[in-house]
């Protein structure tokens, strides 16, 4: 480490000629180096946790769900070939095909969103803001694994420049970053991230091209060759089938348990409890591994970045509003087989996990004091299930119930103080 110190002592000098390069030193040095020292003792400080730390806790919860996700990428594909339909049969060419996938939208999200938050930076003579380390992160995770890139791009550099400069940057933006990206592709190109249908297939098969279905490279990576049972279908054209919530809406949770996929001229359950709980679905990269996410949202309660109330809160919203439509599912919707869905396999479908551990939790956005966490997270929790059950052009919620409870945040907190006031100056009259 005193050899990078001392190589970034030596280019500060250079550095400090130009805005832009000095901005980009500032930044590197920051990440490498600062804050260099930290609280370990005091009767009023309590830690030593800064902005980079807070951020850093967080990508290291998404973790788990960037490995299940990569892994599932390849998984859907080679299972769509009719090869490895074992999750753990050909996992290196799952691992690799995936990340072959994943890296590009990771690489495009990060190009544009750090260098509009360089050109900011340098443009407004101030630090790098460790902000766009969790945004970045996230929005892989919340699109589907064959998103154009320009499309990604695009919806990149609108969330960073709107949401976040436009108000001030981090720290400042009153709507999850992450989750305008997500609504802008939603609205502008419907078509790429909405609908009844999933991808699961590229038309081609990116390993095979890549090492041959002989090729003695495949054992430098310990990896065996592709079975000659697969050949026929290497070359196909992808394919798509309906999302576990597209069965639940039209003919509710009997028609998602009873979703097959032959394989081999056997028939097998495609959306079982544990297909849905463990992610081994086709759909967004990283919402779809629900213990990946369940660990990661542990550990960002242990490490105090999330808020429990939130997360508990969200859950008793959906559950409570859930029971209430199965309550009501055969008296008043007598024809509606997605209210009638269990409120408890509510859970299992969509995204519900991902965005309680990673968006409703976001600190900039949500509500600030102890009471509003619990109203802000109940409400969440109850709109995004009468969104997803009740909406009949997309049957899913939590995208724009977070976002419409992001504006709200501040009058519940507003709500919640003005309360606690007249309280206690009731108390002071007495």
Request: charged share 10%.
């Amino acid at each position: 480490m005193k050899f990078i110190r001392d190589t970034m002592d030596k280019l500060e000098p250079m550095a400090k000629k130009n805005a832009f390069l000095h901005t980009v030193y500032d930044g590197i040095d920051t990440f490498l180096f600062q804050p260099k020292r930290v609280t370990n003792m005091g009767a009023h400080i309590r830690d030593g946790m800064d902005l980079k730390r807070t951020m850093i806790h967080v990508v290291l919860a998404m973790q788990l769900c960037y490995f299940a996700g990569t892994l599932n990428i390849g998984h859907q594909h080679y299972l769509s070939l009719g090869i490895y339909p074992g999750i753990f049969d050909g996992l290196g060419y799952k691992l690799l095909y995936g990340l072959f996938q994943l890296l590009p939208l990771f690489v495009v999200v990060h190009v544009v969103g750090l260098g509009i938050e360089f050109f900011f930076a340098a443009k407004k003579g101030h630090s790098i803001e460790e902000g766009f380390l969790v945004s970045g992160a996230l929005i892989p995770l919340i699109m589907p694994p064959d998103i154009s890139l320009w499309m990604l791009a695009v919806a990149t550099a609108f969330s960073v420049i709107i949401v976040k400069e436009a108000f001030g940057g981090t720290g400042m933006n009153i709507l999850n970053v992450a989750l305008a990206c997500r609504v802008f592709i939603f609205f502008a190109y419907p078509g790429e991230i909405s609908g009844d249908s999933v991808w699961v297939s590229y038309d081609y098969n990116f390993m095979h091209k890549l090492f041959g279905v002989e090729s003695h490279t495949l054992g430098l990576l310990g990896l065996s060759s592709i079975p000659d049972a697969g050949l026929q279908s290497l070359t196909i054209d992808g394919f798509t089938g309906a999302t576990p919530l597209a069965l639940a809406a039209q003919g509710g949770w009997d028609a998602v348990q009873g979703a097959t996929l032959t394989i081999d001229g056997v028939a097998h359950q495609q959306y079982s409890v544990s297909n849905l709980l463990w992610g081994i679905v086709p759909g967004s990269i990283g919402e779809m591994n629900k213990v990946a996410i369940i660990i990661g949202a542990v550990i960002l309660i242990a490490t105090g970045i999330g808020s429990w109330r939130i997360m508990v809160s969200m859950i008793v919203g959906c559950a409570v509003t859930g029971m209430i439509m199965n309550a009501l599912a055969v008296s008043v919707f007598p024809d509606s087989p997605f209210i009638a869905v269990p409120w408890y396999h509510q859970f299992l479908l969509g995204s519900f996990f991902f965005a309680m551990a990673f968006m409703a939790t976001d600190p900039v956005t949500a509500a600030a004091t102890d009471t509003g966490k619990l109203v802000f997270g109940f409400l969440i929790g109850a709109i995004g299930l009468i969104v997803r059950v009740l909406n009949p052009a997309y049957p899913e919620g939590w995208m724009l119930a977070i976002l419409f409870l992001n504006v709200f945040a501040p009058l519940i907190d507003y709500t919640v103080l003005q309360a606690n006031i007249k309280r206690r100056l009731k108390r002071a009259v007495q």
